[in-house]
Every structure is written in C-alpha cells, then in structure tokens.
C-alpha cells in the first residue's frame, strides 16, 4: 500500500503549490506500480544510454565500418584459432571442461569471446556520456552472459554428459531446486530439508558476549573476555546496516571479533535492527545518533575515562567517518562531553569519495534514484530481496546463470557454508535514509565536498586527527579498492592503508592461516606527499598472510600501551545474552 508520509517527506518541495505537490504522489504510486516490470530499472535511463550510443555510432560512420571489419575480423580470427587448436576457454571457468575444446563447441566458444571483445570496442565511441557508456557495456554484457555457449541446456558437453552418466537424475534434480526456489522466492518451506541451517547464536554468532545496550535501532554487544588482562582502550565495531553484523563473528574459526577478543581487546560492535514500516523516516542524522553517538556514550559511561579505536566496515565505516569527522570539528556535537575520545579510526572496504563507485554506480543516476523512491513509498523501505536482486544483477554471471547451470541442469545444490547463510539473511533499508544517502553520497557526493551535514553543520573530513588503518580489498566491486584509497585526498592525519586479496567479504573476513592470504601496507604521515594507487601498488611492502595480524599491531601502537583486568559487563548493564534480539529479525518480502 503507498504510505502517504513516506512519499510526502521523500517528495518534499516546500516551493511546490498543493496540486503540483499532489500530482506528484500520484505519478510516484503510478511508477512504483510499473516498476517491476522492469524489475526495478529504470527505463528512462537504459533508452537514454541506449540512444546517446546509438546516436553516436549513427554519426561516426568510419568507426562504423571499422566496427564492421572488426566483426569480420574477429570471427575469422577465432576460426582460425580453432582451427590451431587454440584453447577456447581464455581462462573463463565456464569453459574448462576438456569438451570444449572440441568440435562442434570449439568454434562456438571462440566465437562468443569475440563478440564480447566486439562489444568491448563497440561501446568505446567517443562523445559518449561517461555513465553512459558503462550502463551500455554492462548491459550487453548481461545479455552475452544470458546467451552464453554454457547456458544452452542440453546442448551444453557437460550437461550432455552428467544426463548420459545419471540417465537424467541430474535433470529431476534439477527440478526439484527449481521447485523449492520458487517455494522460498513465494515465502514457502522448500520440500527437502537443505543439508544445514546456519542458525545465529548456534552455528554462526557464537563468541559469548553481552547485549549491553539497546535502543529503537541497534544493540550493542560486549564481547566476554577471553584472556586474564586486556588492553586499556576498547575497540568499537560498526558493521553495514545492510547486512546481519555477523559476517565478522561466523564460525568460530573465521570469527574476526573472536580473534579480536583472543588477542586481549574489548569488543564492542553494533547488531542493526531490521527496519519495517514504522521505520520508513528514519533519516541519516537518526543513524549517526541512534547508532554512533548512543553506543559511545554507553561505552564511555562503562569504561571511563579511556578512549576508544573505532571502526567501521563498509556502510559502517562510511557512517563512521561522518561520527568522527563530527566528534572532531571545532564545536563537536550537542553531547560531546558524554563521549569518549576516539584513540584511532580503522575503515574496511568503506568509501568516502563516490566518484568512482564501481559497478553500483551503473545502476545509480536521477532517475533511478526517483524510482527507487517510488518503490520505497509503497512500503516505506527497501527490501531485502529487492536489495539482493541489486547485487545479483551486478554479477549475474557467477550468482544466476553459473549457479542455475549447476543446480538446474547438472543437478548439484550449492553446498551451505557460513558465508552463504549469512549473505542469504536478507535486511532491509528505511526509505527516508536510503535516499539520502543515494542522494548525497552518490548523486552529489557531499562527504567528500565536505558539504554533508551532521546536527545541520557540513563536517569535513580533513578535521579528524586520529590516525587512520583504511583496508581495501583486491577484488572489491562494491567499495573499489582505487576509490577506498581517495581517503589520502581527504582526510590529512596519519593514514596506514593496507590492499589485501579477496573481494569485499572474504577479503576482510580474512582470518590468520588462510591459505593464499597476502597484503601490501604502506603508511603516509601526515605531511607526506600524494602517491597515486597504482604507484602506491607497485611500492608498497608485499606480506604474506592475514591483514588482521598487522591491524592488531597497530591498534597497539595506537594506543596507551596500558592493560587494565579483563572486563566484563555489570549486572545493571546486562540487557540479554549475545547475539540480542536484533539479529533474529528477517522479514517475508
């Protein structure tokens, strides 16, 4: 049902007259209607990427022709590898298996790779709009994933074989998974029991700890102590709103607060409440009070007088950056005095610069943004599911069609692990912030001009004068590691950054004897001169091994270097038993 005050304080234009102001609800009821059948894109910006690269290719004719011979050129080429014996796959997984590389499917797998080298130069065209050009590219390469020589069903070797091996087991498998999608996609149990649940406080979440403070939007966990004395400063976790805070506490062995709490730290970390209706207003201020400044002053009151390394992981780390950019301007916030002082500010995989967003900036512009603010008016959030369609769209090729050749045609169910429990615990996003922060983050990007406002004055990060540990991750398409690195252009304290492999998950949830782990780390001083990141790449100091160490031995030298006795909570500060209440929340989309 479209919620009146989600649309009237999303659509709010005090220079609009009343039915100038009404139209405007009805015309945001109409779009979220039609939204999803275009599931949740934006039309208007796909046909006016389509049209400025059509238009452009129209009034380049030579480029034209080249295109044409290029074709030409390409097809022949890859029929001539073939025929060498050349390897089709080109280090594409999808094609490893030794029946490609035979006729009648060789000459097919050649020839899809040049396509998609086609489209890689046919959408390179001069005068296109930047955005533009990346939605063009990321849509065609959508579409050649869809029409990939792998999906063909049965005429895929390797679904052609695994049908002749199992006399078609693997295809009533493959049904049935179909089936019990659909069951869960329509809120039904699946018909067979998947082979384990990771479940929150039994399988995943388990450290021991304490809920010690909780408010309409976060609780706040108290690690139990795990060693005899601790180090005096505590550290402070943010994690993303948009995700369940345990990615960093999954299985005791990959739990990165457990090993935290083994080395002698006092852990604290956020567990977001999952928003529903009454949410829908909940703005970017609410989450800095709510969720920063309400838990520090609850630390502060429990450990006096010492201050505190904060930290903050993706979304989080970009909510905190606004915190301690606040905490450090001259007048701080309304309640300064009731907080600590902040010893060290670590950011993982957070950005604060959106020029450069990575591939979530192909679906983010005007338009798309306004309809998403349509679709959030209707219910007053953003949904898991439709958040999680984001992502998959995004990488499409390994979340949809690997994935539905595997479970659909070879019959093989994903394996459950950690990590995918966890990623499948869908949240959800309050309309209200959403947009603002879509709105001032990407579209205008006001924590990098130093123009977004905390308690209605804009805060810089150039005032905070802790010293700052910011890690980016190899692999990341959803905090590029380049785009991480812009913090050296903003802020001017004392920044170790540190590049280590992985994408934006398995990348920080990178725990010590990992195998294949290794990182770079290179620290600019506060006076020392801008390095660009690929010179940073190619200078920094190369390790082997987990990031985590290193981070440990910082907080170190961040700190006091006293220890106090192993704390914990007292009995008037104890809520309710680790993991809380928060984290059980997940809502029926």
């Known amino acids: 049902m479209h919620n009146p005050n989600v649309a009237a304080a999303v659509l709010a234009d005090p220079a609009l007259d009343p039915a100038l102001a009404a139209a405007r609800r009805l015309d945001s009821h109409f779009h979220a209607a039609v939204a999803p059948a275009f599931s949740g894109l934006s039309p208007i910006s796909l046909a006016l990427a389509w049209q400025d690269w059509a238009l452009h290719l129209a009034t380049q004719p030579a480029t034209a022709l080249a295109l044409v011979a290029r ?76 029409l990939a020589p792998s999906n063909a069903g049965l005429a895929n070797p390797e679904v052609l074989q695994r049908t002749a091996e199992r006399g078609g087991a693997n295809l009533v498998d493959g049904t049935l998974h179909a089936l019990d999608g659909w069951r869960r996609q329509h809120g039904l149990e699946p018909l067979r029991t998947p082979e384990r649940r990771y479940e929150p406080g039994v399988d995943v979440a388990v450290t021991p700890g304490q809920v010690v403070w909780r ?73 800095l009070e709510l969720g920063i400044f309400d838990p520090l002053a609850q630390i502060a009151r429990m450990i006096p007088g010492r201050r505190v390394h904060a930290c903050g992981y993706c979304l989080g780390g970009t909510l905190l950056s606004l915190a301690a950019a606040a905490l450090a301007r001259p007048g701080r916030i ?50 898991g599911a439709q958040m999680a369609g984001s992502f998959a769209y995004l990488h499409s090729r390994d979340q949809v069609w690997s994935r539905r050749l595997r479970e659909f045609w070879l019959g093989e169910p994903d394996s459950p692990n950690d990590l995918m ?9 309050p309309a209200a912030m959403h947009s603002e922060y879509l709105r001032r983050c990407y579209l205008r990007n006001e924590i990098a001009e130093g123009r977004f406002p905390v308690e209605g004055r804009a805060v810089s990060l150039s005032d905070i004068a802790a010293p700052m540990f910011v890690v980016g991750t190899e692999k990341d398409h959803v905090s590029p590691w380049k ?58 100091p190369r390790h082997e091994g987990s990031w985590w160490t290193a981070w440990h031995e910082w907080l170190l030298a961040q700190g006091s270097g006293e220890t106090a006795k192993a704390r914990t909570p007292a009995k008037a500060d104890v809520v309710c038993a680790a993991p809380g209440t928060y984290v059980y929340q997940c809502w029926r989309d």
């Open 71 to 146: 074709a030409q050129q390409s097809w022949l080429q890859a029929w001539g590898e073939m025929l060498g014996q050349a390897e089709p796959g080109n280090g594409d997984a999808r094609f490893a298996a030794p029946a490609w590389r035979q006729w009648p499917w060789a000459p097919v797998v050649h020839g899809w790779h040049a396509t998609e080298r086609w489209w890689q130069d046919a959408t390179d065209l001069r005068g296109v709009d930047p955005h533009h050009r990346e939605v063009v590219r990321f849509f065609a390469r959508q579409w050649l994933d869809m």
């Open 334 to 383: 309304a309640r300064a005095e009731l907080l600590p002082e902040l010893a060290s500010v670590s950011l993982l995989a957070a950005e604060t610069d959106f020029t450069e967003p990575g591939e979530m900036g192909v679906l983010i512009d005007e338009s798309q943004v306004t309809l998403l603010e349509d679709m959030m008016a209707e219910r007053g959030f953003l949904t």
């Open 215 to 287: 408010n309409h939007l976060v609780e706040l966990i108290q690690y139990l102590p795990l060693t005899a004395s601790v180090q005096a400063e505590p550290v402070f976790i943010v994690p993303s709103w948009i995700m369940k805070y345990y990615i960093l506490d999954l299985s005791p062995h990959n739990s990165f607060v457990k090993w935290l709490v083994e080395q002698g730290h006092t852990v604290f970390i956020l567990s977001w409440r999952n928003p529903d209706e009454s949410d829908a207003l909940l703005a970017m201020q609410d989450y």
């Open 421 to 429: 429990a966890w990623n499948a615990d869908l949240t959800r996003m």
């Open 483 to 540: 785009s991480v690195y812009k913090i050296h252009r903003l802020a001017d304290t004392t920044i170790t950054f540190v590049l280590t492999s992985g994408g934006h998950n398995a990348g920080i949830v990178s725990e010590p004897g990992h195998a294949n782990r290794r990182y770079r780390m290179a620290t600019r001083e506060v006076d020392g001169a801008w390095v660009d990141p690929e010179a940073w790449a190619e200078q920094a």
